[in-house]
């Protein structure tokens, strides 16, 4: 469910009523039950309303608990009879549509009922000894632990928690989030703002409504200029001790193990997953659900496209054990010397 500390629900959908916002024809379950929101299909529970895109998850939806769910007419005997079932086109389209109507406005640095009128909101909570600088915005029931600094520019939308001995640099602006202690966060970085997610339709490019948040654990530092998207219907999270880099992209859903290193210019795509003590040189690009084991270490300029075991070294494109990648590297350069032309070896003995 989305935290309701960031997000305004606009209240529950009968199941008619999700029909006609998607398309659907009610195949199981009666139309006056309601809905209260959206969720992905392994978290979702009796109140809510999630999807089943097709066969590659009919595990997850025989398991599935949510009260409503969306899927194609091939997979409808494999809802559960726990469930109503709505046969709809395009599931992923269709909960997209019905979470835009029950969050209008999930990007708001503060609630639609409260517009800001201070800089400071009266109902924000401060610890001792922090210090905010001025031409500083804070949302309502925003919380700052003891010993923090907040410096010129910042911009802490509404409901976000911060512990203790934080320090947020210039310029920086953070939303959806939930923050622990002795946290860095250099000038500039963007943290909570909308994952890049976007669903094909008969229109054109549909946006995914992004309910989640961004949480980052104790002594994560997190370098200028980086971007953190927050999870779509769930979370994007960085676990204890990570060090990230400058100008480093996070897409939403990723999740970040403990002592984490990772190098400037990283591209993370959506619902990426590292292990423990990973380590990421410059300029590695990562494609979406893949999973990088604990103790992995992956050379720079590398593209990883699909998961890698833990504990290795890997290298390239696409990325591969760094010794099987030297030997391919090194039989394409002999390759080519095998193959200069006459012109070529001349030019090399004079």
């Not at 549909?206 to 980086?226: C, M, S, W, Y």
């Not at 992209?249 to 190098?263: A, D, K, M």
Request: proline share 5%.
């Amino acid at each position: 469910m989305a935290d309701s500390r960031f997000y305004d629900n606009t209240g529950a959908l009968t199941l008619a009523r999700i029909a006609e916002i998607t398309g659907s024809r009610i195949a199981t379950g009666e139309s006056t039950s309601l809905v209260y929101d959206v969720a992905a299909l392994e978290n979702a529970d009796p109140t809510q309303l999630s999807y089943c895109e097709g066969v590659k998850f009919k595990g997850q939806l025989q398991r599935a608990r949510a009260g409503a769910i969306l899927v194609p007419e091939a997979m409808a005997p494999f809802v559960p009879a726990s469930s109503a079932s709505l046969v709809c086109p395009h599931p992923a389209l269709g909960v997209a549509k019905v979470a835009h109507v029950l969050y209008p406005n999930p990007s708001l640095f503060w609630s639609k009922d409260k517009p800001p009128i201070h800089p400071i909101a009266p109902s924000v909570r401060v610890g001792e000894g922090s210090v905010i600088a001025p031409n500083v915005f804070i949302g309502e029931d925003v919380e700052i632990g003891d010993n923090c600094l907040v410096s010129f520019g910042a911009v802490i939308g509404r409901g976000v928690k911060i512990g203790h001995n934080a320090s947020i640099g210039p310029h920086v602006s953070i939303s959806h989030a939930l923050i622990g202690d002795r946290c860095i966060i250099h000038g500039g970085t963007r943290i909570g703002q909308d994952g890049y997610g976007y669903i094909g339709g008969p229109t054109g490019h549909f946006k995914i409504p992004q309910l989640g948040r961004v949480i980052i654990q104790d002594d994560v530092e997190i370098g200028a200029n980086t971007a953190i998207d927050r999870g779509a219907f769930g979370d994007t999270i960085i676990g204890e001790g990570t060090k990230i880099d400058n100008l480093v992209q996070l897409g939403h859903n990723t999740r970040i193990g403990r002592r984490c290193i990772i190098v400037a210019q990283v591209g993370f795509s959506g619902s990426i997953t590292l292990g423990d003590l990973v380590v990421l040189g410059g300029q590695v690009g990562i494609a979406d659900h893949v999973t990088i084991g604990a103790g992995s270490t992956v050379a720079a300029k590398a593209g990883v496209t699909r998961s890698l075991d833990g504990g290795q070294i890997y290298g390239g494109f696409p990325a591969k054990p760094v010794k099987q990648w030297r030997r391919e590297v090194g039989a394409v350069s002999r390759l080519a010397k095998g193959k200069r032309t006459k012109d070529e070896r001349d030019a090399d003995q004079d």
